[in-house]
């Protein structure tokens, strides 16, 4: 391994990495071993949740049992914006230490910092030079700064983040632009240059793969249930109707299917004149149903496993699709209720 092999010692080393693709407690246990595994280590500096999905209540709190036991050194979080954030720190015993979140002269995430700082998290910056995008490079305003200081573009971007004490990991292999990156702490920009580069905010993100997934709001409007439950009047089921009573009683609108491995059935009465609740419905009406319910839902829960490959035929290919979607949109589709 190149950090064993550098001679360094450990001490003197930062070693970060993320969690992926956990969706709760045990997955992310297991997800931690295999990190502290490959990295052939007894401990890791730091460690980040990759995105607010999935079960992150529970995926916190097995960060946080292995921080107590000394094999993760700090806890951090990426993606966290405002909503996600407060719920999170709400619910944890250890405030997060550091939010990885896109920030930039374009985007530069005041109202998020602001509350992180009330908090007690650091800020830290991917992609602090916007990737290039925006024409980043050619500027007016960063290349009239640039050139007073007799630095370049990339030094005045990070430069002006750094001096708000937002950590920064800017990413290249060129040793050039290492060195050029790392030599923004010896010189301060001006108060008015600060402010210059505060109005080229345009407050939005240039990387859509992580905001565009479907939000939860935390008090959602619209609720999804997809029922699993082996047995309709079992623990399960009960949980079910206290949950959709409850909601129901809060002003929420509730959506509720029951799945059994062969067909699917509306729990919430009749999907089509002249049809008992709990009666079979048709394959392609059933799948229309939930496709319909799905989009225009807040927030899903899965009561219980939901055992798509016992179905078979078409059912099986719309429960595929189903499920391929869901995974697309970072929700937990192995059973785990998730509702903020």
């Known amino acids: 391994m190149a950090c064993r092999k550098s001679g360094i010692p450990r001490e003197e080393l930062f070693i970060t990495t993320k969690l992926w693709g956990c969706h709760g407690y045990q997955d992310t246990l297991r997800s931690i071993e295999s990190s502290l595994k490959r990295i052939n280590m007894d401990y890791i500096d730091l460690l980040l949740i990759h995105e607010p999905t999935g079960d992150v209540h529970e995926i916190y709190r097995a960060m946080e049992s292995y921080y107590r036991d000394g094999k993760i050194r700090t806890i951090g979080i990426s993606n966290f914006m405002e909503e996600r954030y407060l719920d999170l720190v709400n619910h944890c015993k250890v405030i997060p230490a550091i939010n990885q979140v896109e920030t930039h002269v374009f985007r530069q995430q005041k109202k998020l910092r602001e509350l992180e700082c009330q908090i007690g998290t650091k800020h830290e910056s991917w992609s602090p030079l916007a990737c290039g995008q925006n024409n980043i490079w050619n500027n007016p305003v960063l290349v009239r700064i640039a050139k007073s200081h007799g630095r370049s573009v990339s030094q005045i971007a990070l430069r002006f983040l750094v001096q708000q004490g937002i950590i920064v990991i800017p990413k290249t292999t060129n040793p050039e632009h290492m060195k ?48 699993g439950a082996a047995r309709k009047n079992g623990r399960t089921a009960k949980l079910v109707r206290c949950f959709t009573e409850g909601a129901r009683s809060a002003g929420h609108s509730v959506d509720e299917f029951y799945l059994d491995g062969m067909n699917i059935h509306s729990c919430k009465g009749c999907l089509h004149a002249g049809r008992d609740a709990h009666s079979p419905c048709s394959q392609k009406d059933d799948m229309d149903q939930i496709y319909s319910a799905f989009a225009d839902c807040d927030v899903v829960v899965f009561a219980s496993p939901l055992y798509f490959w016992t179905i078979t035929g078409t059912l099986k290919t719309a429960a595929d699709r189903l499920y391929a979607e869901l995974e697309c949109l970072g929700l937990n589709s192995q059973g785990k209720a998730f509702c903020s």
């Open 180 to 227: 050029e990156n790392i030599s923004v702490l010896d010189f301060d920009l001006e108060a008015e240059e600060m402010q210059a580069i505060k109005e080229l905010e345009i407050g939005q993100s240039f990387f859509g793969w992580w905001q565009n997934r479907k939000v939860v709001k935390l008090m959602a409007k619209k609720i999804l249930i997809l029922n």
